[in-house]
């Protein structure tokens, strides 16, 4: 490699968002039928990546030096420049991409030079293909939720107050088109979903996207206001309407005219406030408590539910003619255990976003706590992870957050069956001596003779490391 391509500058990273360009994976491996493996591997991971290949480290070289890549998968050893060389050449050239390396010849010290380097992990030949399939997207998210970090950075990026919606999942692309069509026509608008999953978010980017925009947007919580209370919050009331109405009130409705208004919980609307939203969305206008002329308002209702609306329907405790009024369009937001590859990017825009607020700046987190966060299921979803991220923040001491940080119940690792990301990067020539040991164990199937031959060491010595980092397979 000649010294004026050593000294150009970085291939900088392009911003990945909601739609990101299709990621490229870079393959270096000398052995051909290797080679083709890991290649029919990587073709089949989310996101449809294009994958590259070349036989040597001088050609994944050259095509560092002029194109984008999100990961390199490389073998350690190759004729002339071996994986060090080109693991050391990428950082260099391209910080946000990930490596992930792959070798027959698997030592400890080499594994842990190769993480000191900034590998993201490293398998061992022979491997299951399960397991290069799941370092490989993990490696993937490790990316993107880097690349999201960079763009947030950038001057005029987009935030959460901005309305933008954070994902790269198909369930988010799908999200934004319908919100694209929702903000183009003024039809009803219903967003369904668990709690936490982001469904306020959604309406105020169908409000920033369309006509109405620079109008006001109310938001209301169904569930949060007495029944009582919450006909004269909606639709106001006139002096003298009852004891203590020693002044008109404006509702809600005529705060947002010419604007829209967010009936959130609309589950928990009691049957009497149905028929007069029914009133209101049907003919534009309704009698404030103690007036005699009525109120017309120009108003779009969107609104949300974590109840589906049917099953309320048939139990009549919801309007069936209201229920077809307000769910013209239906946007389902699904949960974030059904939307893991948008984990990692949520967690770097909540980083972000809080570490600015909090005036204690972030650089990132370490893969072992990206690895963690993957694991979990998120019961309480988009909301749950913003706390959480928020929480890592305050206590974190260092230039990165990492696992000291991390709540006992996602620090500890879950075994191999419960999620295809089983496995927290090593940090320690302890940690990576038990991580090999546990991995090759797996492979082995519990084979503790053939184990002790793998790694070079008799039985009696392996029997004592097992017993020592309470090794269970």
Not at 83 to 103: C, E, M, N, S
Not at 253 to 268: H, M, P, Q
């Given at each position: 490699?000649?010294?004026?391509?050593?000294?150009?500058?970085?291939?900088?990273?392009?911003?990945?968002?909601?739609?990101?360009?299709?990621?490229?994976?870079?393959?270096?491996?000398?052995?051909?039928?290797?080679?083709?493996?890991?290649?029919?591997?990587l073709?089949?991971?989310?996101?449809d990546?294009?994958?590259?290949?070349?036989?040597?480290?001088?050609?994944?070289?050259?095509?560092?030096?002029?194109?984008?890549?999100?990961?390199?998968?490389?073998?350690?050893?190759?004729?002339?420049?071996?994986g060090?060389?080109?693991?050391?050449?990428?950082?260099?050239?391209?910080p946000?991409?990930?490596?992930?390396?792959?070798?027959?010849?698997?030592?400890?010290?080499?594994?842990?030079?190769?993480?000191?380097?900034?590998?993201?992990?490293?398998?061992?030949?022979?491997?299951?293909?399960e397991?290069?399939?799941?370092?490989?997207?993990?490696?993937?998210?490790?990316?993107?939720?880097?690349?999201?970090?960079?763009?947030?950075?950038?001057?005029?990026?987009?935030?959460?107050?901005?309305?933008?919606?954070?994902?790269?999942?198909?369930?988010?692309?799908?999200?934004?088109?319908?919100?694209?069509?929702?903000?183009?026509y003024?039809?009803?608008?219903?967003?369904?979903?668990?709690?936490?999953?982001?469904?306020?978010?959604?309406?105020?980017?169908?409000?920033?996207?369309?006509?109405?925009?620079?109008?006001?947007?109310?938001?209301?919580n169904?569930?949060?206001?007495?029944?009582?209370?919450?006909?004269?919050?909606?639709?106001?009331?006139?002096?003298?309407?009852?004891t203590?109405a020693?002044r008109?009130?404006?509702g809600?409705?005529?705060?947002?005219?010419?604007?829209?208004?967010?009936?959130d919980?609309?589950?928990?609307?009691?049957?009497?406030?149905?028929?007069?939203?029914?009133?209101?969305?049907?003919?534009g206008?309704?009698?404030p408590?103690?007036?005699?002329?009525?109120?017309?308002?120009?108003?779009?209702?969107?609104?949300?539910?974590?109840?589906?609306?049917?099953?309320?329907?048939?139990?009549?405790e919801?309007?069936?003619?209201?229920?077809?009024?307000?769910?013209?369009?239906?946007?389902?937001?699904?949960?974030?255990?059904?939307?893991?590859?948008?984990?990692?990017l949520?967690?770097?825009?909540?980083?972000?976003?809080?570490?600015?607020?909090?005036?204690?700046?972030?650089a990132g987190?370490?893969?072992?706590?990206l690895?963690?966060?993957?694991r979990?299921?998120?019961p309480?979803?988009?909301r749950?992870?913003?706390?959480?991220?928020?929480?890592?923040?305050?206590l974190?001491?260092?230039?990165?957050?990492?696992?000291?940080?991390?709540?006992?119940?996602?620090?500890?690792?879950?075994?191999?069956?419960?999620?295809?990301?089983?496995?927290?990067?090593?940090q320690?020539?302890?940690?990576?001596?038990?991580?090999?040991?546990?991995?090759?164990?797996?492979?082995?199937?519990?084979?503790?003779?053939l184990?002790?031959?793998?790694?070079?060491?008799?039985?009696?010595?392996?029997?004592?490391?097992?017993?020592?980092?309470?090794?269970?397979?």
């Amino acid at each position: 490699m000649s010294p004026a391509a050593e000294a150009r500058t970085p291939v900088e990273a392009k911003p990945y968002g909601a739609a990101p360009p299709r990621p490229r994976v870079l393959v270096a491996e000398d052995d051909r039928d290797m080679r083709e493996l890991i290649g029919i591997v990587l073709r089949g991971l989310p996101g449809d990546p294009e994958v590259v290949m070349v036989e040597n480290a001088v050609a994944a070289m050259d095509l560092l030096e002029d194109e984008p890549v999100a990961l390199l998968v490389t073998d350690l050893c190759m004729p002339g420049a071996d994986g060090l060389d080109l693991l050391r050449f990428a950082r260099r050239r391209q910080p946000l991409a990930q490596v992930l390396l792959v070798t027959g010849f698997a030592t400890v010290d080499s594994a842990i030079a190769a993480l000191k380097d900034g590998a993201f992990d490293y398998l061992q030949k022979p491997f299951d293909t399960e397991q290069l399939r799941a370092r490989a997207q993990a490696a993937l998210e490790y990316h993107f939720a880097l690349a999201e970090s960079a763009r947030l950075r950038q001057p005029g990026a987009g935030s959460e107050e901005e309305g933008t919606l954070v994902g790269r999942s198909r369930g988010m692309e799908q999200i934004e088109r319908l919100v694209e069509a929702a903000a183009a026509y003024e039809s009803g608008v219903l967003v369904t979903g668990e709690s936490g999953s982001g469904k306020e978010l959604v309406v105020r980017r169908i409000h920033r996207l369309g006509p109405r925009r620079d109008k006001p947007f109310v938001a209301i919580n169904c569930a949060a206001i007495p029944d009582t209370l919450i006909e004269s919050e909606l639709f106001g009331y006139r002096r003298g309407a009852f004891t203590g109405a020693d002044r008109a009130k404006a509702g809600l409705f005529e705060v947002a005219d010419g604007g829209t208004l967010f009936l959130d919980e609309i589950n928990n609307a009691p049957m009497a406030l149905q028929a007069k939203l029914l009133r209101v969305l049907q003919d534009g206008q309704f009698y404030p408590a103690g007036a005699t002329e009525a109120v017309r308002v120009d108003v779009r209702v969107i609104a949300a539910t974590n109840v589906p609306l049917p099953t309320l329907v048939d139990k009549g405790e919801f309007r069936r003619d209201l229920y077809y009024r307000l769910s013209v369009m239906e946007i389902d937001l699904p949960p974030l255990r059904e939307r893991r590859e948008d984990i990692a990017l949520l967690a770097m825009h909540f980083l972000e976003r809080h570490s600015k607020r909090l005036g204690k700046p972030v650089a990132g987190m370490t893969p072992a706590v990206l690895a963690a966060l993957l694991r979990h299921d998120w019961p309480g979803n988009v909301r749950e992870l913003e706390n959480l991220v928020q929480r890592m923040i305050i206590l974190c001491r260092d230039e990165r957050i990492d696992v000291d940080v991390l709540p006992v119940h996602l620090a500890e690792p879950r075994t191999a069956d419960t999620h295809p990301i089983d496995y927290l990067p090593p940090q320690s020539l302890e940690e990576m001596e038990a991580y090999v040991i546990r991995k090759t164990l797996r492979r082995t199937r519990g084979d503790r003779t053939l184990t002790a031959e793998i790694l070079g060491i008799d039985k009696s010595t392996l029997w004592r490391k097992v017993k020592r980092y309470n090794i269970k397979v």
